[in-house]
């Protein structure tokens, strides 16, 4: 700290050698700086404010129903960005600055002049819908006409991004609407194809095929029964008629006795009860009919056969050849032979469908996959669809608010001014400042000398400086005559120092007298 302190004082002594030499150039420099500063051009300043009233009586009446952008944001951004290039050069046109534009150089001068002058700033801290637009000239009726055509600017340029911003989303939904229109028409053909194509295996599951096969299977083994019936009673036929009759045997007996009509009704009724009991059950009233008529058929089929025998067995033992016995024998061999084929083919239907359900059952869980994956896809499009026009509508209803009561009101509160004072420069500031800056430029000019023209003050500095021992110092004697002209030298330059002080306040003091 003790070394600090010896340096420091070393480097103003040796600044104070040289004083007069500052004290000149602060004088100059501070001369030269008022006559800048009074002959620097005065600046009007003319300036407006404007509230944009983002609340709507609307909003919360729609809201949920309409698209209500964030207003406050985009107004911030709004008055951020306005002072572009685009802007500027219409806003030069607007306020005719560009009469007296004689080039490409001057233009792009008054361009950046221009941007670098237009301010646009909240005129309340706590408020971010009241505006401030400035703007400072040389001319006052200029600077009004730049704000007049900044406020101008302004409002357009709120009411036609938004315009712009609503026209390009309305276009984007309305494109997008028409893709997925498309999509969803090209899903609803894959779907129709596909329920087309299969439409006898949708609708039913694995389970549901499960207990048609189990229902085939009674009939098949039903059907199977029967035909050995049937195969059993041909064979009896056959016997009967390779041997010879006895006197017991001239009566045929009741399997031979055919009755052609009942047969072939009994055996059609038998078959649509079939076809009922794969669709029906037991307790269906067409079932219960079927079977009524089946077993009325069948007794009026036993009493006939017993009026056939007993009319055999009271024919004459001469007339056997010609008996209709052994002929309705025959019939009834015949109808017994068509009646196992009948009962073949149905053995062999039942068979084939089995077959067929079996196979069709393996199929059916591939198929709801895949109907499965054509649902959701169709599902997803056509929610996508659905929000796309649901936003459209949304979209519609929020521009016909916007026109009828418009989102956001621009007021212009404060009409751009005519100024008839000067709001720049601020010469009461700048007098001190140069006063100031002349003082430091008086101390920077002595100790640059100072440093170029070194002295020692004591022996430790001269120690320090070449290295050598230093012996002794020799004093100078004070006499009378040199303390009286130090004094007269200090006076002095306390006096020209007192005097440009004085200078720089009596300026400053004119200037405000002035300026009133």
């Known amino acids: ?99 007296g534009v004689r080039s490409q150089k ?15 700033r909240p005129a309340d801290r706590g408020s971010n819908n009241l505006f401030l637009l400035a703007y400072a000239d040389t001319q006052p009726a200029r600077a009004q006409r730049v704000v007049q055509s900044l406020v101008s600017l302004f409002v357009e340029s709120g009411l036609g991004s938004k315009r712009q911003d609503s026209d390009a989303a309305r276009r984007f939904i309305e494109e997008q609407i028409k893709s997925y229109e ?109 079977r009524r008529v089946i077993t009325q058929l069948e007794q009026q089929k036993r009493e006939q056969i017993a009026q056939m025998q007993q009319a055999a067995v009271g024919a004459p033992m001469g007339v056997m050849g010609a008996n209709p016995g052994f002929q309705q024998l025959k019939l009834a061999l015949a109808e017994a032979d068509a009646r196992v084929a009948s009962m073949r083919a149905r053995v062999s239907e039942y068979e084939h469908r089995i077959q067929q359900l079996s196979g069709s059952a393996k199929m059916v869980p591939e198929l709801e996959a895949e109907m499965a994956q054509l649902n959701r896809d169709y599902a997803v499009n056509k929610s996508n669809y659905d929000q796309l026009v649901a936003r459209r509508e949304s ?60 002295a020692f003050s004591d022996g430790r500095g001269l120690r320090e400086a070449t290295g050598l021992p230093v012996l002794g110092i020799v004093s100078m004697l004070s006499t009378p005559e040199r303390i009286r002209a130090r004094r007269r030298g200090l006076l002095a330059f306390s006096g020209g120092l007192a005097s440009f002080v004085g200078a720089i306040v009596l300026a400053t003091v004119a200037l405000m007298v002035i300026q009133r």
């Not at 001369?31 to 944009?52: H, N």
């Not at 572009?84 to 607007?94: A, D, Q």
């Not at 019936?229 to 055919?258: F, V, Y």
């Not at 009509?261 to 059609?268: F, N, S, V």
Request: charged letters at 20%.
């Open 395 to 454: 979209a519609n209803i929020g521009v016909e608010m916007s026109a009828q009561s418009g989102i956001a009101e621009f007021r212009l509160i404060d009409p751009p001014t005519l100024p008839n004072k000067p709001s720049a420069p601020n010469r009461l500031l700048l007098l001190p400042l140069v006063g100031l800056a002349a003082l430091a430029a008086g101390a920077a000019l002595t100790f640059l000398i100072s440093q170029l023209r070194p």
């Open 106 to 120: 001057e233009r792009e001068a008054l361009i950046d002049s221009l941007s670098n002058g237009l301010q646009i």
């Open 1 to 99: 700290m003790e070394e600090l302190v010896t340096q420091l004082v070393g480097y103003l002594r040796g600044m104070w050698r040289f004083r007069w030499w500052g004290l000149a150039l602060s004088w100059v420099v501070g001369i030269a700086g008022c006559v800048v500063v009074y002959l620097m051009p005065d600046k009007y300043e003319s300036s407006a404010r404007i509230f944009v009233d983002t609340q709507s009586v609307l909003r919360p009446l729609m809201s949920g129903l309409a698209v209500q952008p964030n207003i406050d944001q985009q107004v911030a951004i709004l008055s951020r960005t306005l002072i572009s290039r685009p802007n500027v050069e219409k806003l030069i046109t607007m306020a005719d600055l560009d009469l």
């Open 182 to 290: 498309q999509k969803l028409t090209e899903a609803e053909n894959r779907l129709k194809e596909f329920r087309l194509k299969n439409m006898a295996l949708l609708g039913s599951s694995t389970g549901d095929f499960l207990g048609q096969i189990g229902k085939l299977q009674e009939q098949l083994e039903q059907a199977r029964l029967e035909l050995r019936e049937a195969e059993n009673s041909r064979d009896a036929m056959k016997q009967q008629l390779l041997g010879e009759p006895s006197t017991q045997e001239m009566a045929p007996p009741a399997a031979a006795m055919a009755t052609p009509e009942i047969d072939a009704r009994i055996d059609a009724l038998k078959r649509n009860l079939d076809d009922m009991m794969q669709r029906y059950t037991d307790q269906h009233p067409d079932v219960i009919g079927a």
